[in-house]
Each structure stands twice: as structure tokens, then as C-alpha cells.
């Protein structure tokens, strides 16, 4: 025993270098005082950089007249302030992500549903679509849009005609802009109003069949009071709602609404290529749902479309959500590729912004804030959805 | 023995044969093929009579524009700008040499085919499972063949005349952009895991700070920091290689998605290996190099290959900070006069698709190869 503590004594471990408290307190310390040296070291770079360029560094450009324009959702002009069209492009950035991850989720659903049929062809649709799109860089999507097939269309003078009001040329889509009426606020509250009706009595359905186990068609019920109801007080109002119609004149289309090819090629490429990561999630989703849920549900005389809806789905739904939250995101901060086709996004204008002004730091801090906070209000909804439906084990 | 007779007289005994039942339907040739799998109710039929539309409608069209009314040979735009219907292949032939070696000069362009047999010599016996000196082909893959194929690219040494990173391009440099990005953001990653796994709280918020931010925003305003920014965040007069720059923000971008991979790989390990690792004795760093890392890596080689596939497509976008890569250089050529048709963007985009998706298909094959070698441990 003491031969053992002898031993000891002497062994390298005791050495105070070489106790882990002593040792992770050292590292730590020796991290901070690098990120720290680092970062103070940057900035004062910076600030000296900044003072030799004579930039002034702070938010105050923000209030200053733009002098450029870009084709915005917000209707800027060339008296826009910076701060102004930095916020149209944070609403077109917002406008064109959700418009792409609307069209990605249904195509995706689409063909990932077809991905698992037993049609040979359908499935071998799915596959080459999703091989092909999800291999390729994004951009390159986006270009081809927009050079290869958006750039290629008639000029506007022939301009090809979809129907009265509809042209469709190499200045983008026209077509007739609804212009609400002054009444239109009642529609509204009346498409509202049905929409809580409809949710009440889809409620006392549920109430009752939980009670006595008479169904009720509450979803054709509902249907019915929302198109009534709304339909009703719609015409009653009388004409909320008439239609600007584009109207061509020597050189140009004015009036209506147009969808420009740098919005359409945007909107397209990202549908369609994120569309092929959906059909993936999708596609595993579903078989993450073992086989034997399938037949266990059957044998309890449950219909097709109710195996899917009650049993497949809900189990599905909970492999699917998550990568598919992250896929939206993608979404988002590939909008940023607009840049390439001049599509006025955040990162767009931003870059128009930093060019004639130099506050390329709170520029970037803009962008930084926007990508990060959505990030973060996603995860954090992510984060709630998977407590809510994580599996209850006993 | 009447009794036995008459007990079996009551017994039902078959007279006569049962009918055979009918043969199995024919499970072989075309005709049983199409029925299962094209023809198996009303609802598939409709299904099938419609994919066949779909697919007549979009495989006829870009075939004839592709192959059968495309223009093949030309030297200039007269030969492609009467024909609107179909891709202008002569334009990508007379530009090919640019699409892979960018404004690289003449004479030098057999440096980088030397560096192109290295990097397979180097990559391909990696990629084979059963090839033997596996440890020295790593060192060659992350060391002796960047240095090797660094000097012989950039020059100025050996009598090679100095190339300036200004004038490279095209599919070359994405290759080495690529290259570089992997072989960087594999080794970062993997410190960024071990540092976002740490017990050391302020290693772990630094980890974790980094990872999220970079993963939070998009690629296009790292670069934009690694063009615009870094130089502001240096000493005046203190500026390197644009090249270099974008590199650097490739490489931590993509070292940030890496490590969120491989931090999958180390929670995967039970917590038995890590028990058994400390009872014998094993220091931390020597515990990840023998017992945690290796199988950790190799349960997320799958996803590894899915990352260096976004980082390659991801290539594509450092042309925001002037770095000529392969689609830059394509959508170059599409400005020049000599060759403007209104065919011309389309060919050249299909050309560039088709280059990257070779590679990521390449890559995405190979993934799905070693996943399912991989899984046989796990069969049953």
C-alpha cells in the first residue's frame, strides 16, 4: 500500500498542469482572450479603415435619399430613402420566399407521393425529376429561367395573348389588377365571421359524435356557410371589387398587374428546386411508417382514406415537419440568389446600398439580423411543434 | 370388424379429384410486366395514360431541342442564329477549352491537366474501400497532393512561370475551390463538433455561436464579409489573394454544416465507448483519435458526401466576390458578340448542369454505395 502511494507521489497525473479543473479553466481563459484580442483587434482596424475612406459609421444613412430605384412590391421611386427600400426589400425577399415555399410543398408532396407509387412510370417520373433538380446548383436553375426560357419570349410588341387580358412577353406576365372597393372591409369581416362559424359547428359535430356517435358532415356544412355567407354579403355590398386592366400602349404594357421575369424566374427556379428535397422528406416520412401500422389499422376496419388520414399521416407528419421547416428555410435564404437575375431582394438592395454609401458593416448587419431572427423564430417553432407531438411513452 | 366397417361407411371419403386450380398468371415477358406494373386497376391505367403524356410532352421537345435540331459544328454566330429551335452546341465547342481552364494561358494548361491526374491518383484508391495504404493516402489526399498541386498551379518555382489566381477559371477552379473547401471544412468541422460537445462552457457557446450563425445565414453575405468586410477588419495596406478570401469563407461556411454531421456521428456513439476509452487509461485527444472518431465518422460518411454536395453546388455562388468559376465563365461567353444567339444562354446552362450534376450524382451514387456497405453490420 504505502509502496503503492509512493507510487504515486511521483506519478505525472498529480502535477498540477496536468489537473483537468486547472487544464479546462486554462483553455477557457486562453479562447476568451483570443476571440476577445481578435474581435478588438478587427474593430479597431475597422474604425481606423473607416476614418481613412471617410465613412462615418452608424444607422444614419438610413434616412438619406436613395437616388436609385428598383422595381419593389412597396412602389419606391428614386426620392426613397435607404432604410425605405432596404424595407421593400425585405418585403419582396418575404413575398417571393412564400410564394416558393407554397408552390415547393405541393409539387414536393406530388411527386414524393408519386415517388412510392406502384405505377412504373409515375415513379420513374418522381425519380428522374428529383435526381436531376437535386443535383444541379440552384442558380443554374434560376439562370435558365431566366435566360433560356423567360429572355427568349416575344418583345413586347408581340406579345403573346392568353386570353383577353393576359400577354405574356419578354417583360413579363400582364394581367388584370383587382382593385378593391370601399366596402371591401365588410367581405372580409363576413369571410371571417363564416370561417368561425364554420369552426363552431365543426366543434358540437365532434361534441356529439364523441356523446352519442351520430356523424355529422361538418366539412360540407361548413363549406356552405363560408361560400353563403361570403358569396352573400360579397353581392349585397355591391361590386367591392373591379379589375384594372393592362393596357398596351406604343412601346410598353401600363396598368394591371405584371409579374416580372426576374420575380417569376426567382419564384419557379426555387419551387422546383427545392420541390425535389421535399419529395424526399416526404417520401421518407411515409416509409418511416412501418407496414405493420398500415395493416393493424386495417384489420380494425378503418377505410383506405381513413388509414392514411388517421394512422399514416399523423406518424409521417412527425419524420416529415422538421427537415421540412429546415427546407423553408432554405427557401428563405436562397432568395438571396436574386442577386443574380436582379430581383430587388434584401441582399440585392443591400448591395445597392453599400455601393454608393460604403456602410457595407451595417449593411450586412441588416441581413445578418433578418437571416438570423427568422432562423431563430423557426427553430424556436420547431422546437415547440416536436414537444407537442413527440411520442408519449409509458 | 363390421363395425369398423360401418363407422367407415359414415366417414366422407373424396370419390373423385379436386379440380386443379388455374396456372399462376404469367409473371415474366412484357405483356404481365405492363399489367402489374402499368395497367393494375382503372385509377393506375389513368395514371400511366397520364405520365405518358407528361413525359412524351417534356422528353420530345427537349430532345429535338437538344440532339435531333440542335447545330452542331459553326465558328461563329451565323451558324447558330438561324436555327431558334434547337441548342447551339458549337458554341460550347468553341468555348470549351475557357469552360475548363478559364483565361489559364495557353502553354501553362498542361499543369493543370498534371494537377487533374494527381487529384484522381489521390481520389480514386481513397474512394475504393478494399485499396490498400489507406493512412498514406490520406496524408496524400489532405497534404502532400494541396502543396504538390498548389506550386505546380501557381508557380514561380522549378522554372514555371507565375500563374496569377486572377487568371483562373472555369471548371478548374471549381474543382480546386471545391477541393480546397472539403479539405478544410472537414478537419474544421470535426473541431467545431468535439468544441459544440465540450463540458467547457465558454468552448461550447463559442462553438455553438458559430455553427448557428453561419448555418443561419446565407452563403451569398459570407462571402459578401469574406470580400468586402475582410479587408476593412484588416491593418490598411494588409490585403490577400481574392482567391484565398473566398476560400475562407467557403470553407467556414460549409465547416459549420460539417460539423452539425458529425456532431450526429458522436451522439450516435454509446456512452460505453466512451467509458471503456477512459477505464483504459485514454487521455481525451487520444480517446477521439483511436475509439470515437473513427466510428463516428464512419456511421455519417453519407452525410459528409451530402455536404461536400452542397458545398460543390454552393461553388457557384463565389462569383459574387470575381472569381471566375465554371457557370461565371459560361454566362461570360453568353456577352460575347461573336457568339450571342438566342439559343446560346440555354446551351451553355445546360452544359454547366450537366457538368455539376456529373459530379454531385457521382458523389450522391457513391454515398448511397458506402451506406449500403455500411448497413451490413446492421443486418440481420
Not at chain 2, 458526401?305 to 463565389?318: A, C, E, P, Q, R
Request: charged fraction near 10%; aromatic fraction near 12%; proline fraction near 5%.
Amino acid at each position: 500500500m504505502a509502496v503503492a502511494d509512493a507510487g504515486r507521489i511521483s506519478s505525472p497525473r498529480d502535477r498540477w498542469y496536468n489537473n483537468p479543473t486547472v487544464r479546462s479553466i486554462a483553455v477557457q481563459i486562453i479562447l476568451i482572450v483570443a476571440v476577445v484580442g481578435t474581435i478588438a483587434w478587427f474593430a479597431n482596424n475597422t474604425v481606423t479603415n473607416l476614418r481613412e475612406r471617410g465613412i462615418a459609421s452608424g444607422f444614419d444613412f438610413l434616412g438619406k435619399r436613395a437616388g436609385f430605384d428598383m422595381t419593389t412590391f412597396l412602389n419606391t421611386n428614386s426620392e426613397s430613402t435607404y432604410g425605405y427600400m432596404l424595407l421593400a426589400g425585405l418585403v419582396d425577399t418575404i413575398i417571393v420566399a412564400i410564394l416558393a415555399i407554397a408552390i415547393a410543398t405541393v409539387l414536393g408532396l406530388v411527386v414524393g407521393i408519386a415517388r412510392l407509387s406502384s405505377n412504373w412510370l409515375i415513379r420513374t417520373i418522381a425519380t428522374v425529376y428529383v435526381e436531376f433538380f437535386r443535383n444541379i446548383p440552384p442558380l443554374i436553375v434560376i439562370l435558365f429561367w431566366y435566360l433560356g426560357v423567360l429572355a427568349t419570349l416575344p418583345n413586347i410588341r408581340d406579345a403573346i395573348q392568353i386570353g383577353p387580358d393576359f400577354s405574356l412577353s419578354n417583360r413579363g406576365i400582364f394581367m388584370p389588377r383587382p382593385v378593391l372597393g370601399p366596402n371591401f372591409h365588410i367581405v372580409i369581416i363576413a369571410f371571417v365571421l363564416s370561417l368561425v362559424i364554420a369552426w363552431a359547428v365543426r366543434r358540437w359535430a365532434h361534441a356529439r359524435r364523441m356523446a352519442t356517435g351520430q356523424g355529422f358532415p361538418s366539412g360540407w356544412v361548413g363549406l356552405g356557410i363560408v361560400v353563403v355567407l361570403t358569396g352573400g354579403v360579397f353581392l349585397a355590398t355591391g361590386d367591392p371589387l373591379t379589375f384594372e386592366l393592362p393596357v398596351k400602349t406604343r412601346f410598353n404594357i401600363v396598368g394591371g398587374w405584371t409579374v416580372t421575369p426576374e420575380f417569376a424566374s426567382l419564384f419557379l427556379a426555387l419551387g422546383v428546386y427545392t420541390a425535389s428535397f421535399i419529395a424526399e422528406i416526404v417520401r421518407s416520412g411515409i416509409m418511416a411508417v412501418s407496414q405493420g401500422q398500415t395493416e393493424a389499422a386495417r384489420a380494425l376496419g378503418l377505410r383506405d382514406g381513413l388509414v392514411l388520414r388517421l394512422v399514416v399521416l399523423p406518424q409521417a407528419l412527425r419524420v416529415i415537419i422538421p427537415p421540412l421547416a429546415s427546407e423553408y428555410l432554405n427557401i428563405t435564404k436562397n432568395t438571396s440568389l436574386a442577386v443574380a437575375v436582379g430581383y430587388a431582394d434584401l441582399v440585392a438592395v443591400g448591395n445597392n446600398v453599400l455601393n454608393p454609401t460604403g456602410q457595407s458593416i451595417e449593411v450586412v448587419a441588416v441581413w445578418m439580423a433578418f437571416y438570423l431572427g427568422l432562423s431563430i423564430i423557426i427553430s424556436l417553432a420547431m422546437n415547440w411543434f416536436n414537444a407537442r407531438i413527440a411520442l408519449t411513452e409509458r | 370388424m363390421t363395425d369398423m366397417q360401418s363407422q367407415t361407411d359414415v366417414f366422407f371419403v373424396r370419390q373423385e379429384m379436386v379440380q386443379a386450380s388455374p396456372p399462376p398468371m404469367r409473371v415474366r415477358g412484357v405483356w404481365p410486366w405492363m399489367r402489374k406494373n402499368l395497367f393494375g386497376s382503372v385509377g393506375d391505367t389513368i395514371l400511366s395514360i397520364i405520365g405518358a403524356i407528361l413525359a412524351l410532352a417534356i422528353v420530345v421537345p427537349v430532345l429535338q431541342w437538344s440532339l435531333f435540331n440542335a447545330t452542331w459544328t459553326g465558328d461563329n454566330r451565323e451558324a447558330c442564329a438561324p436555327n431558334t429551335v434547337g441548342a447551339c452546341w458549337a458554341f460550347v465547342k468553341a468555348n470549351f477549352g475557357q469552360f475548363i481552364y478559364g483565361r489559364y494561358p495557353d502553354p501553362e494548361r498542361w499543369r493543370v491537366n498534371v494537377t487533374f491526374v494527381l487529384l484522381a491518383a489521390g481520389i480514386i484508391p481513397m474512394a475504393i474501400p478494399s485499396a490498400p495504404f489507406k493512412r498514406l493516402n490520406l496524408l496524400y489526399v489532405f497534404i502532400i497532393f494541396p502543396v504538390l498541386s498548389g506550386c505546380l498551379l501557381v508557380g514561380g518555382m522549378f522554372g514555371l512561370p507565375v500563374v496569377e489566381t486572377a487568371l483562373w477559371g472555369g471548371l478548374f477552379l471549381t474543382l480546386v475551390v471545391s477541393y480546397v473547401g472539403m479539405a478544410m471544412s472537414l478537419p474544421l468541422g470535426i473541431i467545431l463538433a468535439l468544441g459544440r460537445r465540450s463540458k467547457m462552457p465558454i468552448v461550447q457557446w463559442v462553438c455553438v455561436f458559430f455553427i448557428e450563425v453561419c448555418r443561419g445565414v446565407p452563403l451569398i453575405t459570407v462571402l459578401f464579409m469574406a470580400g468586402i468586410l475582410l479587408p476593412l477588419f484588416l491593418p490598411t495596406g494588409v490585403n490577400f489573394d481574392k482567391l484565398v478570401r473566398a476560400l475562407l469563407g467557403l470553407s467556414l461556411f460549409a465547416a459549420a454544416y460539417m460539423a452539425e454531421v458529425i456532431r450526429g456521428g458522436l451522439q450516435a456513439i454509446p456512452k460505453g465507448q466512451y467509458e471503456g476509452a477512459k477505464s483504459l487509461g485514454l487521455g481525451y485527444w487520444t480517446m477521439m483519435r483511436l475509439i470515437i472518431l473513427p466510428q463516428a465518422i464512419t456511421i455519417v460518411i453519407p452525410g459528409i458526401v451530402n455536404t461536400f454536395i452542397g458545398l460543390f453546388k454552393d461553388t457557384s455562388l463565389v462569383y459574387i466576390i470575381s472569381i471566375f468559376e465554371l457557370l461565371y465563365t459560361v454566362r461570360n461567353s453568353f456577352t460575347d458578340p461573336v457568339w450571342a444567339t438566342s439559343t446560346t444562354p440555354a446551351s451553355g446552362l445546360l452544359f454547366a448542369a450537366l457538368v455539376f450534376w456529373i459530379f454531385c450524382f457521382g458523389m450522391s451514387r457513391y454515398s448511397k454505395f458506402t451506406e449500403d456497405r455500411l448497413r451490413v453490420g446492421y443486418k440481420r
